[in-house]
């Protein structure tokens, strides 16, 4: 998956699943999208449920320490009576990401198709980038420069490609 969403609910600190599915996303670089559910509540030091969002004791107590820095990203809030607002901003989260992958292929694309010598002549751009084992903008900035010679680009789109990688 691409994204997790990950709805805060009064209880979800107390499900080892829900625990290990955010971790398990934390660890392999999954986008974190946190909902916040309408009414839910957290205790104070006092142990009262008055906090509209975990506090940082909470979290430090019940969430690996890999995964708490998850937490720094801002909350979508969920509201039944404004459902139809609640559900644009989630997907515009969502797709904002995929607009930034899809933007760097479309780069990547133009590149690979530039140079006739290419050994993905006739391969689909999306196939070139399942070969190289990219699906992330993550992936993206992890290749080397090994695998980027094996697409045996053009100089010029060469420098292109390794400055949208990052290097």
Same mark, same amino acid.
């Given at each position: 998956a691409?994204?997790?969403?990950?709805? %805060?609910?009064?209880?979800?600190?107390?499900?080892?699943?829900?625990?290990?599915?955010? *971790?398990?996303?934390?660890?392999? !670089? *999954?986008?974190?999208?946190?909902?916040?559910?309408? !009414?839910?509540?957290? /205790? $104070? #030091?006092? !142990?009262?449920?008055?906090?509209?969002?975990?506090?940082?004791?909470?979290?430090?107590?019940?969430? /690996?320490?890999? +995964?708490? /820095? +998850?937490?720094?990203?801002? +909350?979508?809030?969920?509201?039944?009576?404004?459902?139809? &607002?609640?559900?644009?901003? %989630?997907?515009?989260?969502?797709? &904002?990401?995929?607009?930034?992958?899809?933007s760097?292929? !479309?780069?990547?694309?133009?590149?690979?198709?530039?140079?006739?010598?290419?050994p993905?002549?006739?391969?689909?751009?999306?196939?070139?980038?399942?070969?190289?084992?990219? $699906? @992330?903008? =993550?992936?993206l @900035?992890?290749?080397? =420069? =090994?695998?980027?010679?094996?697409? #045996?680009?053009?100089?010029?789109?060469?420098?292109?490609?390794? #400055?949208?990688?990052g290097?």
């Open positions: 691409r994204t997790l969403i990950f709805v %805060l609910s009064d209880n979800v600190f107390d499900s080892e699943w829900c625990i290990k599915e955010l *971790v398990a996303a934390v660890r392999n !670089g *999954v986008k974190v999208v946190f909902v916040l559910k309408e !009414g839910a509540k957290w /205790p $104070d #030091k006092q !142990g009262q449920h008055v906090l509209n969002f975990p506090p940082p004791w909470l979290i430090s107590a019940k969430v /690996p320490a890999e +995964a708490q /820095p +998850a937490f720094l990203s801002k +909350a979508i809030n969920h509201n039944s009576d404004y459902y139809a &607002a609640f559900a644009k901003d %989630l997907l515009q989260r969502i797709d &904002a990401q995929q607009e930034q992958i899809d760097l292929r !479309g780069d990547v694309a133009a590149a690979a198709a530039a140079t006739a010598t290419s993905l002549a006739g391969v689909t751009y999306m196939d070139a980038l399942i070969e190289l084992g990219v $699906d @992330t903008i =993550e992936d @900035t992890e290749l080397d =420069e =090994e695998s980027i010679d094996s697409l #045996k680009l053009k100089k010029m789109h060469r420098a292109k490609f390794l #400055k949208a990688c290097m």
